[in-house]
């Protein structure tokens, strides 16, 4: 995520103090990446740092105010522009569990998955949910309120990466099925317990996850 460029554009619109920009930010955003005052400051020291922003004086009330320079309005038009890099992705908790849980002496897999699939789905009702909040606001507001339609986005981007976990999910289950009925039936080495009880009898359970999982999808 990045506060750098998320602060840039909030202070493209005008000075800001610190508090104020963690406020707006995470009301951009719907608080699904909350900041910290800490976080703000030390972002901002960078930004003045590189050049990006300077101080501007004080409000009324003694907040010292940040203003965006024109190197700052030229990297985050860069950042506008260029696509974001996806070359390097961020690790993913998920697929480092599954994949350190193949083989794991006493886990099955089967219920890591079955697990996760159930907390996916749940996410994915709360979020729509809130989807259709954020329908009402951007209905009754229209195009005035930025901020609804900024939470909106993020919303229908949180509920299209739970779809395709869940799908995702399911092709895991698949392939282990298929993995344990082409394997050998004996090898060098003797499959592990959690292996085993990962891929055993998982056929009827992927059916029925997948079906829950539709049912929720948009």
């Known amino acids: 995520m990045s506060i750098r460029h998320g602060l840039l554009a909030l202070l493209e619109r005008g000075p800001r103090y ?3 920009l963690r406020t707006e930010f995470e009301s951009r955003t719907g608080s699904t990446w909350p900041l910290n005052v800490g976080q703000v400051y030390t972002t901002l020291s ?12 004080e409000d009324e009330a003694g907040h010292a105010l940040y203003a965006i320079t024109d190197s700052g309005r030229v990297e985050l038009r860069s950042w506008f522009e260029n696509p974001v ?8 908790e998920l697929a480092i569990k599954l994949a350190m849980a193949v083989g794991a002496p006493g ?12 907390h996916t789905v749940k996410a994915m009702q709360d979020y729509t949910r809130l989807k259709a909040q954020a329908l009402t606001a951007v209905e009754e507001n229209g195009a005035r309120e930025r901020d609804d339609i900024a939470w909106l986005l993020v919303l229908e981007q949180l509920i299209f990466q739970l779809e395709a976990e869940a799908r995702w999910l399911d092709h895991c289950e698949s392939r ?10 004996a090898g060098p080495e003797p ?9 055993a009898g998982m056929g009827a359970r992927a059916g029925a996850g997948a079906e829950e999982a539709a049912r929720h999808r948009l």
Do not use: N
């Open 46 to 57: 960078r930004l003045e740092r590189d050049g990006m922003v300077v101080q501007d004086g």
């Open 18 to 20: 610190g508090s104020q």
């Open 176 to 185: 282990l099925i298929r993995l344990s009925s082409t394997a050998p039936a």
């Open 85 to 92: 890099d996806r070359t390097s992705p961020a690790r993913d």
């Open 191 to 199: 499959a592990s317990p959690g292996a085993a009880a990962g891929v």
């Open 107 to 118: 886990v099955d897999i089967r219920d890591v998955i079955q697990s996760q699939r159930r």
